[in-house]
């Protein structure tokens, strides 16, 4: 079984709601970095987690938060906007901390259980 396949039975996404948000914001040259247990992921063996922590450059939030909820539901909390997707059982937090935007700059690309 292909890690990318593993991942997505243990987290539920059964619609492929990671690609899809992952296309979107590269499509539209959103810039973001993922943090937490899945960033880890891109440097050790694999831990699976329903939560996925990204970061997007503080100048494309408000777009990628209203590309996103045309296609996603949206949730807004203090420090961070929660999308998610009827389907998949995972939940994307896009962290709004400003101590989290440095990240950005050394982000680079890395395979995270078979997605880049």
């Known amino acids: 079984m292909r890690a990318e ?51 997007i450059a503080v100048d494309q939030l408000p777009k990628a938060v209203r590309l996103l909820g045309q296609e996603f539901r949206i949730e807004r909390f203090p420090h961070s906007v929660n999308v998610s997707a009827a389907g998949s059982d995972l939940r994307i937090q896009i962290q709004t901390d400003p101590r989290y935007e440095a990240f950005l700059a050394r982000a680079t690309e890395r395979d995270i259980l078979g997605l880049k």
């Open 5 to 55: 396949t593993f991942w997505r039975v243990v987290v539920g996404d059964r619609t492929d709601f990671l690609g899809r948000v992952i296309e979107l914001l590269t499509e539209q040259g959103i810039g973001y970095c993922v943090l937490g247990g899945q960033g880890v992921n891109a440097y050790v063996e694999p831990v699976v987690s329903l939560d996925l922590d990204i970061v």
